[in-house]
């Protein structure tokens, strides 16, 4: 398995404002994702990825509002645009290879006041 | 429908009792299947994976595999307290992977 760390493990943030996450793996790893997961709910895909190309998002996610970027195969930062209090949620980002299991890192809780 | 799917529960069973979760899915092209146990305010832990029809044991975990009824299963024998928690089941293919929308399990001492 990977060691997957995340940065900032928690933030509180003014609503309008923007937020980096970093998510930073002990290896090289072929695909990165990020999720959403609101308290008592399940884990919600925003986007895949991959190094050297654009990120794919889901629907309902739009890269003007989650920027991401994957300059390597160890590195990902996953932004989160003009919060509002609806964006309040734990982000999780998570390392896999085709069709192989996910490992997931520790997650950032953020609130948006 | 959904990709994967998951009796919410809570599903409460005695301490040293067999929990069973189960999960369907939809897609017949899927190529592997894995049981997350996720902790309130922790990030997914993965427990077990399966690829193959049949059974995989591991410790006190057993996962199962139906490919033709579309049914993945996950028994805990001799539950403990600490095994309170969520159970995610999540399947793959190719690049896509898909996550249910868990179980709680509660271990009653």
């Known amino acids: 398995s990977a060691v997957i760390s995340q940065k900032p493990s928690r933030d509180i943030c003014q609503r309008g404002t923007s937020l980096t996450i970093q998510c930073q793996v002990d290896?090289?790893?072929?695909?990165m994702f990020w999720y959403r997961q609101q308290p008592g709910q399940s884990l919600t895909l925003i986007a895949t990825a991959n190094q050297g190309s654009e990120a794919t998002y889901e629907s309902g996610f739009v890269i003007d509002k989650f920027p991401i970027s994957r300059p390597n195969l160890t590195f990902s930062t996953l932004t989160v645009s003009n919060m509002s209090p609806e964006d309040s949620s734990i982000y999780l980002c998570?390392?896999?290879?085709?069709?192989?299991?996910?490992?997931f890192g520790p997650g950032t809780r953020l609130t948006v006041l | 429908q959904k990709e994967v799917e998951q009796n919410s529960g809570p599903l409460s069973v005695p301490e040293g009792a067999i929990a069973s979760l189960n999960c369907t899915y939809s897609d017949r092209g899927s190529q592997s299947f894995f049981w997350y146990r996720q902790y309130s305010g922790k990030s997914p832990e993965l427990i077990m994976f399966i690829y193959s029809n049949g059974d995989k044991e591991d410790g006190r975990f057993t996962a199962q595999l139906n490919k033709a009824s579309q049914y993945v299963s996950l028994l805990i024998r001799d539950s403990q307290p600490s095994d309170s928690a969520t159970y995610l089941c999540a399947s793959a293919r190719g690049n896509q992977f898909y996550f249910g929308t868990g179980t709680s399990l509660t271990v009653i001492p």
């Open positions: 290896s090289q790893v072929t695909m």
């Open positions: 998570s390392v896999g290879h085709y069709y192989n299991e996910q490992f």
